[in-house]
């Protein structure tokens, strides 16, 4: 039974890598603000909820991995209520949406 447990949790922790490879990819290549954050929004929240979830699964059933759980849940709620606040903020800045066809700025 641990071996299954230690099989999972490295996959989630790779699948966590995976995408936050994929985010710091889009980071890098989407041309404005708005199109970054969401790249990096969407791909960190999963990242951090796999990884934290796989380091769980690693701990076994305990209290450190109770707690890690919550911290878990408590980025995958705040992750996304952060990214849609800084986002709002780059409106309200006066950033304009990339339209296709436009040049980069």
């Known amino acids: ?3 299954l447990l230690v099989g999972l949790a490295i996959i ?3 699948g966590g ?11 890098l290549r989407f041309p404005d603000f708005f199109t970054r ?3 990096t ?3 960190d929240t999963l ?3 796999l990884c934290l979830i796989g380091l769980a699964l690693y701990e076994g059933f305990s209290l450190t991995a109770l707690k890690i759980i ?3 849940v408590f980025m995958f709620l705040a992750q996304p209520t952060a990214t849609h606040a800084i986002s ?6 006066g950033l304009k949406p990339w339209v296709k066809g436009e040049e980069r700025r």
């Open 17 to 27: 890598l995976f995408f936050f490879a994929t985010a710091t990819i889009g980071l």
């Open 37 to 39: 954050l969401h790249a």
């Open 1 to 3: 039974m641990t071996y």
């Open 12 to 14: 989630c922790i790779l």
């Open 88 to 93: 709002r903020a780059g409106i309200r800045r």
């Open 47 to 49: 990242a951090v909820f």
């Open 41 to 43: 929004g969407k791909g």
């Open 70 to 72: 919550f911290i878990a």
